[in-house]
């Protein structure tokens, strides 16, 4: 404990804990996201999916000249203006009167996720400073427990204001995102990066082993990183609307409320996975690859089983494997980042960040238009079944790429 306190003695590290915690997600909006679009604006499931697909669409073509503004403008400008995004993002779909301000407020989210990804590299830039660029792993950790807290406290709360008056989550939303502000003009207030941004092509020669990795290795690692956060991110989405889907004949106050008990405990259990994460960090590193991997196909099988069950208890199978799924991925995301992290200038590094930011919004994309086209067609299962099967495949790449860096190292 003594140890943590003069961890975040300075004002900067402190600050960091809070950005990450209210500029990660949409805070209220991640857990009734779902119902608040088809209950409360009354948008059909394949609307839903349209847009998460529309959104990653604009993402990744806006990517380019977002990343040129940044170049032109530095971190801490990138920083500032994606929290306003977020903030605005919020405010469009809480005020929509229909599907294109909804889209819009998907558009503002995306964006404010890509210049809100340069929170990292700030991070970075401090610890160098500080002459601490081994701690890496031990501070994302940590603010990532952070952002777990946060989001378990609201999650806990998100049921009880949805049943009350379904737009008071949205209100909160409104509220946090201005917060969020305020703390991305503090932590960036030293900052005044302006350098450019380099290509992404070092992420293969450094991240898969960080000496020697060949191009088809770190091809890998971009392959597994997006497969794992689009089941862990875009496929979390789908996994609600399993949820509603599995047990359309509840009440909607119920599932909601249900979701918001599922969020809590997922937020719990990745503090701890990021509290464990941040001290044995050293001690399984490469194993993260085998254990998120496994955990990850367990959590959507089981979100596919009660499909097929005549009887018995199908939410505590549908609770236990959207729990599995979300668990496994800040461990990942933060082993991932911490090898692309050890080798390389300021320049490099940053690189590796997009490359990687690059792969999770093009995972996400595939997987939102092959949700959307078999919406179209068939039913919430027939996206279930895609989702066990790159799981499954991300088993066997994450099996690869452990062996290689055993090799290796």
Known sequence: MNRIRERYQEKFYRGYLWYTALETELLFFVVCDAMFLTEVKQLPMKMVSLLTFLSLLFSLLIQYPLLKWINRVGTRTAVRAGSIAFMLSAVCITFSPGFAMVAAGGFLKCIGHTLGAMGVAVLKKRLTKDHMDDQYAAYQSDANSASSFVMMVTSLLCGGLFRINAYYPMYACIFLSVAGIFVSYQITREDDSTKEIGPADDLIKYTAAGKSATAGIGILVLASFAIFTAITGTGLSYAKLNIQAVLSKEDPAYIVSLISVIS?????????????????????????????????????????????????????????GYLLMAFTRDPYITFIQGISLEKGEEERQQSMLIALNSAKKAGSLILAASGTLLLAKWTIVSVMILMIAAALINVLMCGRLYFSRIKDN
């Open 264 to 320: 809590t405990a997922v937020f719990l259990l990745r503090l701890l996975s990021n509290l464990l994460m941040g001290n044995l960090y050293t001690r399984i590193r490469d194993r993260v690859y085998l254990i998120t991997s496994g955990l990850l196909a367990a959590g959507v099988g089981l979100m596919l089983f009660p499909w097929f069950m005549d009887s018995g208890n199908k939410a505590v199978l549908l609770c236990t």
